[in-house]
């Protein structure tokens, strides 16, 4: 039902779409962006170079003729400046402006895309570069400069160099080089010395820029610096430049633009600086690194202020660009008939009629066994006996239902083992406690005597009571995935044999022979990588156990094997006692769970013995399993990963509790 919906929404959506849209959308996306950077840029020419916004109509009604496009210039309060539109009836203009034209902060998205691939990005003062204020240079400077770059032009003409002269916008010309080979210029005798110096009208902008500056690092305690022509700034006596070679040190100014340009190919953009210098650069739009030391920061930060200061009586002030299509709209070419906006109305109507009938007739059908969910969800958390949900379908709500009685009927069966091993724990704990208890209130009322039998009776409750508080904490690590393993090379026929020695009196008490088996011609042991320690506390868990049930006269035995493949090794213990039932055998590695139900020290252990074996086989990698046949006796195997060829194990010492020694 769903794909149907979204099947006929889609479809009444692109009929709607090419029956209102087509030939509406007349330009695209990249053409408005384009069309809306040149203007920009023109009009932040026009801020630069004039101190009013007075006669910038004429200015504007050419681009909006060139662009097609209503073109408004505000001041910020939005007191209109020029409308492209006038004197027709003035719409409303947008809530958003298109930009702000200020030279002094040039917008860096607009700017980087009237770049163009041959611009070198935006200013890194955002100045705009043709803002110059006084250091535009009168005719007569400018014109003794153009001399001298002809000469210094013809002189790198006879050395085989291409280069011409560049007009900056400040009327300093620069000689701009064919190619980026500076080495080349070193061995030329063309000096330019004369083309570097600043003239008269550059010494006192650049004396007024230079207090400007200094005014700013004095108000952070910074020394003063001197600025040179090309607004690097060092010591006075650092020598200048050849005239040559390009500059190195920190500036604002990049290599030169040319002003002479026409005017639908807008200059690539660049940092914006007063002059240009040095007067020979190769034909590269690299620009000097400023420092990145923190005065060079200062400084750099404290020259732009200070042209921002010099340059704001020479730009015009900061005004709101508005540009939109003829009719008012940002979006030229775009507009609803009411025909149109009945069919998409209509159309939007039956899309939703269906979408409701849809989801009403579903979602009603998934309601009623999401709240029979609901409902057993919360009788579960307040503890009530839970019936199990009713599965009406193989879909995803009734594998739903189906895992939550899988879920109900596992929490409760966990219940009835915590239950089970609550009482268990206390079972086993006043035991012993009750018999420490009894002797001492006995030796306290004089009854019993505080002789050796009576201390070594004591003291042996005591190693059991420690010996389950020892095994509960096993678990506990390994549970929380803290048990910690030093593992190192392993020969399992000597652990075995030091496990059967360990135990030969345990079994001999009993009348049990215990006895370690080779392994088969056919299955040698691989090699194993293990904690010994654990290891044989493992194994020594399962012969106690054998020894345990065996009766007199009866058979222990250990044996140590490779698997078929060679992947793991395999360790048997197994014994010729009663056995175990098949419906007990699935519960041998439960905790605290034993055959015989009356828990008599006499006849079994704590029930803790088999599930610590678990947990340490599985915390090397491997498993435990159990096979058995009532009244034949039984076979506990361990499963634990051998080397692969090639391994080098280190040992895995770590910093945790050292293990405790192997008990009885």
């Not at 001197?226 to 990049?254: C, F, H, I, Y």
């Not at 210098?277 to 690299?286: E, I, Q």
Request: glycine share 8%.
């Amino acid at each position: 039902m769903s794909a149907l919906v979204a099947a006929c929404s889609v479809a009444a959506t692109a009929w709607i779409a090419v029956q209102t849209t087509s030939g509406a959308i007349l330009q695209e996306q990249g053409q408005n962006l384009t069309a809306d950077a040149r203007i920009y840029h023109s009009l932040l020419g026009y801020a630069a170079a004039h101190p009013a916004w007075d006669g910038v109509g004429k200015t504007v009604r050419d681009l909006a003729e060139q662009s097609g496009r209503r073109i408004v210039l505000t001041t910020e309060q939005r007191a209109p400046l020029a409308d492209s539109a006038a004197p027709e009836p003035a719409t409303a203009l947008p809530a958003q402006a298109s930009a702000v034209v200020d030279p002094l902060a040039v917008d860096t998205a607009l700017a980087a895309e009237n770049a163009g691939p041959s611009g070198s990005g935006t200013p890194a003062d955002r100045v705009d570069p043709r803002a110059v204020g006084p250091f535009r240079l009168p005719a007569a400077e400018r014109t003794a400069l153009r001399q001298i770059a002809d000469r210094g032009v013809a002189c790198l003409g006879e050395s085989g160099i291409a280069s011409d002269v560049v007009r900056t916008a400040s009327g300093r010309p620069v000689i701009q080089v064919v190619g980026n080979d500076p080495e080349r210029l070193e061995g030329t005798r063309c000096a330019t010395d004369a083309l570097d110096t600043p003239t008269a009208t550059e010494k006192k902008a650049l004396k007024s820029l230079n207090q400007l500056a200094d005014a700013c690092l004095k108000r952070q305690d910074r020394p003063s610096v001197r600025l040179k022509l090309d607004l690097s700034w060092g010591q006075a006596s650092e020598p200048r430049p050849t005239a040559l070679v390009p500059t190195t040190q920190p500036s604002a100014m990049p290599s030169p633009v040319p002003t002479d340009a026409p005017a639908s190919e807008p200059a690539p953009a660049r940092r914006a600086t007063p002059t240009d210098a040095p007067s020979v650069m190769p034909g590269t739009d690299a620009s000097p690194a400023v420092g990145s030391s923190e005065d060079d920061r200062a400084i750099a930060s404290c020259v732009g202020t200070a042209r921002r200061e010099q340059l704001s009586s020479y730009v015009a002030s900061p005004a709101l660009l508005f540009i939109s299509d003829t009719g008012g709209t940002t979006v030229p070419g775009f507009d609803l008939s009411p025909g149109n906006t009945a069919r998409i109305a209509g159309a939007a109507a039956l899309v939703l009629a269906l979408t409701v009938g849809a989801s009403v007739l579903v979602g009603a059908r998934l309601v009623r066994p999401l709240r029979a969910l609901t409902g057993a969800a919360q009788r579960m958390r307040d503890g009530e006996d839970t019936a199990p949900v009713l599965v009406t379908a193989d879909n995803e709500i009734g594998r739903l239902a189906a895992t939550f009685n899988d879920m109900s009927a596992h929490r409760a069966r966990l219940e009835a083992q915590r239950k089970a091993m609550v009482s268990d724990v206390a079972h086993e704990l006043r035991t012993p406690l009750s018999n420490i208890r009894g002797w001492l209130e006995a030796a306290q009322d004089g009854v019993a005597e505080p002789d050796p039998a009576f201390i070594a009776s004591l003291h042996e409750e005591a190693v059991q009571l420690q010996h389950i508080i020892d095994d509960l904490q096993d678990l506990a690590q390994a549970d929380a995935g803290a048990l910690r393993l030093h593992t190192e090379p392993v020969r399992t026929e000597e652990l075995l044999a030091q496990v059967a020695a360990a135990h030969q009196a345990r079994a001999e008490t009993a009348g049990v022979t215990l006895t370690v088996l080779p392994s088969p011609p056919d299955r040698p042991v691989p090699e194993l990588t293990a904690d010994p320690v654990r290891l044989r506390q493992a194994i020594g868990n399962l012969v106690s156990n054998a020894v345990r049930h065996t009766p007199s006269g009866g058979t222990v035995a250990l044996r140590a094997y490779g698997s078929g493949a060679g992947d793991a090794v395999l360790v048997d213990v197994s014994d010729t006692g009663t056995g175990i039932p098949a419906e007990d055998l699935a519960h041998v590695f439960d905790r605290f769970w034993r055959g015989e139900k009356s828990r008599s020290r006499r006849t079994g252990g704590s029930g803790l013995g088999l599930a610590i074996v678990r947990k340490l086989t599985e915390a090397h990698g491997g498993s435990a399993t159990a096979v058995s046949v009532p009244g034949e006796g039984s076979v506990f195997t361990l499963r634990l990963p051998a080397d692969r060829p090639g391994d080098n194990p280190a040992n895995g010492s770590t910093d945790g509790p050292p293990d405790r020694s192997e008990q009885p």
